[in-house]
């Protein structure tokens, strides 16, 4: 082999170091931090935060008022044509690079804090487990041996476990897409309200958003929680052939 490539000594020496550093960081991971985490996670799923009694409990108010109806006599129209067209001045008069400042009666229309907190406190957790997912997958990848015809059984296992960590990570991002739209939905909803606050279905839309949003944050903890089973689960019962793929048996014959 190393008369095809020839190899740096000192690079080699880098990267079996990387390597080493690799499988004590992931076989710490799958004996300790695994096991750990979804212990942690189980517990978090017992939490109040998780557990209210009503959806009701997690709503938040929109606090933005309904306006006065518009007059039908002359007078009246005329005060409405009025009011609107100081209201635009002033919006100009605010304008920057020739967009459109929209200002709320009641300030900055806020977000759903407590479902915020609630997300906050759930994407380091998503984070995590794509990172550590990533690090074992990496160590598994670097325990297949280098292809051969025969006695592959072992080296299969190894590439389905590659496969079920890589399917975690891709499941795991998309907890963050889900946060990402509902954020998006929310604030196009608000929108809504404040250009239509008369239009009692979009109110309560925001709030069918944020209820649904909450069932799926903690669908999402629960999917945490699993994932960190199974991954453990799964090396711990194949661990032998996922460090050792092939033995030495058919060797013997000869």
Known sequence: MSSLIKVDKEIKTKVDAFRERITAEAEDLVANFFPEKLLELDHLLKEPILNINSLKEIDSEINLKVPDPILNNHDGLEEEKSRKRKLKNESMDKCQVDGKVFIMPGGMMESNHKLVDLIERIKPEIRTLMEKCNTVKMWVQLLIPRI??????????????????RTVESEAGSYLDQISRYYITRAKLVSKVAKYPQVEDYRRTVTETD???????????????????TIHDMILKNIEKIKKPRNSNAEALY
């Open 148 to 165: 051969e015809d025969g006695n592959n059984f072992g080296v299969s296992i190894q590439e389905e476990t590659v496969t079920e960590l």
């Open 211 to 229: 209820e649904k949003e909450y069932v799926s944050l903690k669908i999402i903890v629960s999917e945490l929680r699993n994932q960190y089973v």
